[in-house]
């Protein structure tokens, strides 16, 4: 696509975003899956064996990643094979190099939050469109200039990199790289957009005084940001903190001019699956993308639960709120009931708990080995006060499992450090491991 066709798409992006009626966007995803659902059923092999052209979306059997992964040679639509691209990505990370496979595809491997690799690939014209999705709703403010990025990344992808066609200063960092690194990098390319995952954008606000130049925005991404996180950069650095929610399944959400995540509802097409969260609205996304047919997300499980709201934003797109992203589901800590069995608690509550007991609460992490064996990793600013801190999130956490039917587990609290994911290399606040 040429530079002015990318420009074009983008403003068509923008213009949809904050223009179009409810009415217009439910059409044009009724337009787009009748669509998708043809174009599968005859030019995917998975499909054409387990649907027609003009199979209704809710009769299509959902996907998920292990069946994305096992049958990935029959869901693509370009002939490409699993092994060849899994062998060329890890290649490429191992080698530290960039380029696309035969044929123009960026090739991604995605190791995901809960650490199970997936392929994700895009042709070049879907690179195109994800980079002018990018470019169109990255959460930067519109006006500000000139645009000087810190993209920080797990892996290099070129799908990532071609967002410099819009002339954005773009420095690419594997986020592995040291805190200094990162600091020299900044200064001396005078890079005044931080964009990165929670844990390392806070690394980045510890030293805030080492970077010489202003900071105008904070781009958030590939991590769970809670809302104590979110303050302490805001503060740190005197810029508004966007989201993107992404994943190998595409971008899903943005951040708009009011501050609130919208779903990109004229991209993906998301359904909520009823989870049993008793306190609020909580449910299991599936995800459709409208516009990738090399290699399809139709009805694919994320494993993410979500809270959706309305389309009343303040700032007056018709775009569902995502309200709350509560975590994974393999988060969900798991409570006796009193009667032999138990209930879901959604992680969102007890990242809730820990983060409302004290401003001094530095890092946490909660992992639970049992339904009676919760253990709060929890390190805290010098001088804070331990045993009220403890005490005031017993007492948080007692509540949320009273209102959702269940008995609090007991808690160890240690000191030690919150663990990455050693497959994925991402912070998980809250999780379960049985």
Known sequence: MSRLGSLLLAAQLRWRFDRWSAERLLAHQRDRVRRLVAYLAEHAPYYRERIDPGTPLDEVPKMD???MMAHFDAINTAGLRRDDLVAFRTRQEHERTGGFYPGGYSVGLSSGTSGNKVLTVLSPHERDRYSALLWARSGIP????????LFAL???NEAFMTVTRFGVTLVYVDYLQTPETLLRLINEHRLNVLAGPPSILSILAERRREILGPVDALVSYAEELDAGTRARLEEAFGARVAEIYQGAEGMIGTTC??????LNEDVVLVEVDDVGDAIGHAGSAVVTDLYRTTQPFLRYRLGDLLEIGGRDCPCGSS???IRRIHGRADGVLMLPDGRGGTVPLMPDYVRRSINRASQDVDEYQA????PDDLEIRLLLAPDADRPAIEAAIRANLAMWCARAGGVPPAIRFTERPPERNPRS???IRVRRTF
Request: aromatic residues 4%; without cysteine.
């Open 154 to 156: 797990r892996a290099h």
């Open 319 to 321: 775009f569902r709120v």
């Open 425 to 427: 290399g991402k912070l």
């Open 367 to 370: 992992i639970q080995r049992a």
């Open 257 to 262: 001019s009011a501050g609130a995540l919208h």
């Open 142 to 149: 519109r006006g500000l200039r000139p645009k000087r990025v």
């Open 65 to 67: 990643k292990p069946t």
